[in-house]
């Protein structure tokens, strides 16, 4: 059976309307007009036990409020979703207690105190017997190397030891279901590398089913086979990671910097030229061949730095919202 | 069970906090005992010019002051700090964590502070309760020391509901100082015994803000003069508030859609 089961669910939110200037505001003031926003507009999907997905779009696509209905914050104004088996937005104990909410952006340590304090709190609300919590609590440690910051005044711990924390925090329980909603958001590369192992680790571990959001492609290319895009609340792919890189974007980017003033025209038969200037030129080079392309280059031109990179995210997410959506 | 352990683990965890700042046990002493005596010197004042005000003689007003400086250190200590804490986390949508919690999410964000060194306001107005009495030389039965006992365990009930109702309304209008401040206000009027105000008045401080039966009510059982149905009007308004504020919190939580990230 799927953990997690949606069927076109929908959301939509009232906001009130506001004029710009201050006889808008006024206006506002006395009568306020409303418009429905669909945050999530009939979307449907399931993940199986112990599946990582990575749930992409841009801002203001949906993601957070479907993770917020998924973990019984928001009322669907639609459809349906399940989870465990279980209707999240009557937040029965039962299912609070399999799951967890970890939001990059907010915290639940308590700020003044060390984390192993909140991870007391924790452990009384989620009534954890002591021995199970000196368990977990040892192989958080282990995997987090969490050691001497939990006894550092959370104010005083970096941001990327202080989500170390937050994740601990959130999995003393041993939740089956976890939703991440950009975990790794301001951490440095380190950190950020350190974040995915240890989220996949603890899949590999405990087979729990993931549902993250993120803005890095790197957080979904290290952690997840299959991915959810949505924009505008919609729906848009739903699949393959590697599928969807290699169909929408099937090319490198490749950027040079040269001893001699480049040109366009000189550059055109390498690949697809973005951008020239002077020293500094950027082209996109078909994925399969961008080592021989780029073999060649170096031959041809004299060339003081070349970087190969993945075409960001949001470019091919861009893409996929240009083509609006993906036959499948 | 496990909510008392919960309320163990939260006020070691304010304590701890509290411990750190030694300076503002000393100015929360200093501005308790100053209020404290700036309230009884207002009396003073007044009963130089006569020794009754209603039928409450200059003791009994005393008893009401005391009662008065008691549950101000209730509010400012248990529940004011967590009233700012929820406003807080429906701004910066933390309250998320508090509702994905497997508790009741009224418990979690209600009971979650103290600010301790605001008890000190609680020992005052305790200190100042006994000398009303004792200088009154009452002689309060079993009976009436277990009434008002009772009334001040409905008083705090009522004040925890009445400050819950309140701020439940953070829930659509986010900031709320104007609507706590009206209210800190309002209790005010329970400085003194209800009965001195005019008749509406009256009516508004038992019915509409039940503030009467908060300091008047308790401090009429301890002196013996409280009519029963009185001391049954005041269960049963603590209760019927304790219920309200109950589901109007239940309510609210239903259209809470946190501040997006």
Not at chain 1, 218 to 238: E, F, S
Request: glycine share 6%; proline share 3%.
């Amino acid at each position: 059976m799927a953990d997690i089961d949606i069927q076109n669910l929908c959301k939509y939110y009232r906001v009130h309307q506001k004029e710009p200037g201050l006889a808008g505001s006024i206006r506002s003031f006395v009568a306020r007009r409303y418009k429905d926003v669909k945050a999530v507009d009939d979307v449907s999907f399931t993940i199986a036990r112990g599946e990582v997905v990575g749930f992409l779009g841009p801002n203001g696509a949906g993601k957070t409020t479907t993770l917020k209905v998924l973990s019984g914050l928001l009322f669907p104004t639609a459809g349906e979703a399940r989870v465990l088996g279980f209707l999240p937005h009557k937040r029965g104990t039962d299912f609070l207690r399999q799951i967890t909410l970890v939001m990059g952006q907010k915290q639940q340590l308590l700020w003044d105190l060390p984390a192993i304090e909140t991870f007391l709190v924790n452990q009384a609300i989620y009534e954890i017997p002591a021995t199970a919590y000196r368990q977990t609590l040892a192989e958080l440690n282990e995997l987090l190397d969490l050691g001497p910051l939990l006894k550092k005044q959370v104010r005083k711990l970096s941001l990327g030891e202080r989500m170390k924390c937050e994740l601990a925090a959130a999995l003393l329980h041993r939740p089956r279901v976890l939703f991440l909603d950009e975990p790794t958001i301001g951490l440095d590369v380190t950190m950020q590398t350190k974040m995915r192992q240890f989220i996949a680790e603890y899949n590999r571990r405990h087979g729990a089913t993931i549902v993250l959001t993120s803005h890095y492609m790197a957080d979904v290319t290290a952690l997840c086979k299959r991915v959810i895009i949505i924009d505008h609340g919609r729906l848009l792919y739903d699949g393959n990671l590697e599928t969807l890189a290699q169909r929408l974007a099937p090319y490198k980017i490749v950027s040079i910097v040269a001893r001699a003033p480049l040109t366009r025209d000189q550059l055109l038969r390498y690949g697809d030229v973005q951008e020239v200037d002077t020293f500094r030129a950027q082209m996109r080079v078909p994925r399969g061949h961008s080592s021989e392309v780029i073999a060649r280059l170096l031959q041809e031109i004299a060339v003081d730095d070349v970087t190969v990179e993945e075409p960001p995210i949001e470019d091919i997410i861009s893409e996929i919202f240009l083509a609006g959506g993906v036959s499948s | 069970m496990r909510y008392l352990k919960l309320i163990q683990i939260f006020y070691k965890n304010c304590l701890l906090v509290d411990l750190e700042y030694r300076a503002n046990f000393l100015i929360n002493s200093v501005m308790s005992v100053f209020w404290a005596s700036f309230a009884i010197l207002g009396i003073k004042i007044l009963f130089l010019q006569r020794d009754h005000i209603g039928d409450w003689s200059y003791y009994e007003v005393l008893l009401v002051i005391g009662l008065f400086q008691l549950f101000t250190g209730v509010m400012e200590g248990v529940l004011r700090p967590n009233v700012t804490q929820i406003v807080e986390q429906i701004r910066l949508g933390t309250m998320d964590f508090l509702l994905t919690k497997p508790v009741s999410s009224q418990f979690l964000a209600s009971m979650r502070y103290v600010r301790v060194w605001h008890l000190v306001d609680v020992a005052v107005g305790v200190g100042i309760c006994g000398y009303a009495l004792y200088r009154l030389q009452v002689q309060v039965s079993v009976w009436q020391a277990l009434l008002f006992l009772l009334l001040l365990c409905s008083a705090t009930v009522l004040l925890y509901s009445l400050w819950l109702l309140m701020v439940t309304t953070a829930f659509w209008f986010v900031r709320i100082d104007n609507i706590t401040h009206l209210f800190s206000a309002i209790f005010d009027a329970g400085r003194f015994p209800v009965t001195i105000y005019p008749g509406w008045v009256q009516g508004v401080l038992l019915f509409v803000i039940p503030v009467g039966f908060i300091t008047t009510v308790p401090a009429a059982a301890a002196l013996g003069r409280l009519s029963l149905g009185y001391a049954v009007l005041s269960f049963v308004m603590a209760a019927v508030m304790f219920v309200a504020s109950y589901f109007f919190w239940r309510f609210a939580v239903r259209h809470y859609s946190s501040a997006s990230s």
